[in-house]
């Protein structure tokens, strides 16, 4: 059994898709914990990435959004009191701009910008067409130690290039039976629909059916080359709400006026909580076009960079921070 009081580093997922993707990607599986407090309902993976022990908890299956993942947040700081720095990774919805060219199973990093602690909390508005949107909150910043480490890898990644893509392959290698769901799906199946096309409402059938690839209907983007990063990496505003986004015209606004590049539905919940690293591995564009063949290769881009990002923060560092639940309680 695992003593909690040696885990100094908190993963939180939200839904088991994202778990499975962080568990093969532990350089060591630890045993359960020896005991958690009494009324922790969350379930634990315990192991090892580089020279951090790491804490892996998932949102209940079917719950999803803010409230949910504050409260598995705060389970597990109430179980492992020594947790010092966060980490929320898994998929989200993507922004595609002129200014950011984020394709699927593309990867983005919560980064503060223009006073935002790199997590933009919204709340819509009650019209349904033309949905309305407002600012709900101030969010907390990310630990120093891992904005440090943030910077640091971004250098490394400009300079020499990344090995994620080589990370994911050889996960799938020893794990045959994953790659399925998790590798990485055709380029052909990643369709940027334009912003007035929208999947009929009253069919469920998968996008490629239902709506085509009509060039008319299609924003069209150059291929990548062997000098783009692959997946690439950006860095920018991170927006969550407890609502699902799929409007590409609300998505085109914020991404315009907010300079959002990617939607989820978790993280709003934990940065005053349980200040952490958002990662995102983007599974679909934030539109009706949803569709499930891009969220197992984005969950594993997403904590492939988070297990490089552990790599390039010296245990020390870590041990230099007050535990979260110390910080959080001393205000």
Same mark, same amino acid.
């Given at each position: ?26 350089? =060591? ?6 005991s958690?407090?009494?009324?922790? $309902? ?10 951090? $022990? ?7 299956? +079917? ?18 009191p $020594?947790?010092?720095? +966060? ?28 006073? $935002?602690?790199?997590v ?40 020499? +290039? ?12 020893k ?12 380029? *052909? ?12 409402? %009253? ?20 291929e ?15 927006? *969550?709400a %407890? ?20 939607? =989820? ?16 591995? /983007? ?12 969220? +197992? ?30 910080? /959080? *309680?001393?205000?």
């Amino acid at each position: 059994m695992s003593n909690p009081d040696d885990y100094t580093v908190g993963w939180i997922c939200a839904i088991s898709t994202e778990s499975v993707a962080a568990r093969v990607l532990l350089d =060591e599986e630890h045993a359960q914990p020896t005991s958690v407090s009494p009324h922790d $309902n969350n379930g634990y993976t315990l192991g090892k990435v580089g020279n951090h $022990n790491v804490v892996i908890a998932v949102l209940p299956d +079917g719950e999803y959004g803010i409230a949910s993942a504050a409260s598995v947040a705060s389970d597990m700081l109430h179980s492992f009191p $020594n947790v010092r720095i +966060g980490l929320m990774v898994g998929i989200g919805g993507g922004a595609p701009s002129l200014k950011h060219d984020i394709r699927l199973g593309d990867i983005v990093v919560s980064a503060p910008r223009e006073g $935002n602690s790199g997590v933009f909390q919204y709340a819509f508005g009650k019209t349904i067409q033309d949905q309305s949107f407002h600012q709900t909150g101030f969010l907390n910043q990310p630990p120093t130690v891992l904005r440090s480490a943030v910077s640091q890898l971004r250098g490394a990644y400009e300079s020499d +290039g990344h090995q994620l893509q080589q990370t994911i392959n050889s996960v799938l290698e020893k794990k045959k039976r994953l790659c399925k769901k998790y590798k990485r799906p055709e380029s *052909s199946s990643d369709r940027l629909y334009r912003s007035g096309f929208t999947h009929p409402p %009253d069919h469920n059938g998968a996008c490629v059916a239902v709506c085509g690839d009509d060039p008319s209907n299609l924003i069209s983007r150059p291929e990548r080359t062997e000098d783009d990063d692959d997946p690439t990496i950006h860095y920018g505003l991170i927006a *969550s709400a %407890d609502q699902l986004m799929k409007d590409a015209s609300v998505r085109d606004t914020l991404a315009k006026d907010r300079d959002v590049l990617c939607f =989820e539905m978790e993280a709003a919940g934990l940065m005053n909580r349980f200040p952490c690293l958002v990662i995102r591995g /983007i599974c679909d564009y934030s539109d009706t076009h949803k569709n499930k063949e891009w969220q +197992g290769y984005a969950a594993m881009a997403a904590a492939a960079y988070a297990k490089d990002l552990l790599g390039r923060i010296h245990p020390n560092r870590v041990e230099a921070e007050k535990s979260i639940r110390d910080m /959080i *309680s001393s205000g």
